[in-house]
């Protein structure tokens, strides 16, 4: 039986993305065998990540999904900085980081708490960032001791999508299973 890998994700607008490309210019000294930088179409922010599901259940969390963005009326995502990620732990990614969101925070635990009382399976949430490059743990010896980079930027947020995440050598690559408008 195949199965698909899913999260929920929020989609950027393209001159946000651009914007976050451009970003790596600040470090094109540094081998790019050691830091995988993403392109603009794989930047977003994760809400959910799934995991791999079958195909009825991968309809059944369109559906939720939909029923929850009926819930949840469009809002602000204010991002502040690019730093290195995760914080609290040995960073492995550079990442924008957003102000803390009660719209975002109550959006990414309805998802949660729903998907996970209709399906059973226990989900993870996690932090809201936009990953920008990801990197091994030895490449730190090679990079500044932190970073904090100011990136000032709203972003609109009017609606979410199930996300199919399929791993290649090259990285993964995305595609909207269904885009779910914000308080329709």
Not at 13 to 38: F, G, H, T
Not at 67 to 90: A, M, N, S
Not at 108 to 115: A, F, H, V, Y
Not at 160 to 177: D, F, K, N, P
């Amino acid at each position: 039986m195949t199965k698909r890998r899913l999260f929920i994700a929020i989609n950027l607008p393209d001159a946000i993305k651009k914007k976050l490309v451009e970003y790596k210019y600040n470090y094109s000294q540094l081998d790019s065998k050691s830091i995988r930088w993403l392109g603009w179409f794989n930047l977003h922010i994760t809400l959910l990540f799934i995991g791999y599901v079958t195909d009825d259940e991968m309809y059944e969390i369109c559906n939720l999904v939909k029923e929850i963005g009926k819930k949840h009326e469009p809002f602000l995502i204010k991002f502040e900085k690019i730093i290195f990620g995760p914080p609290d732990k040995t960073p492995r990614m550079f990442w924008a980081q957003g102000e803390k969101s009660q719209e975002l925070a109550d959006l990414q635990g309805d998802l949660k708490d729903t998907i996970q009382q209709r399906t059973g399976y226990k989900y993870k949430a996690i932090r809201p960032h936009i990953t920008l490059a990801r990197f091994p743990v030895p490449t730190l010896k090679f990079l500044p001791k932190e970073i904090d980079d100011p990136f000032e930027y709203e972003i609109l947020v009017d609606s979410i999508e199930v996300m199919q995440s399929v791993l290649r050598r090259t990285g993964a690559e995305y595609t909207i299973l269904e885009s779910v408008e914000l308080g329709e």
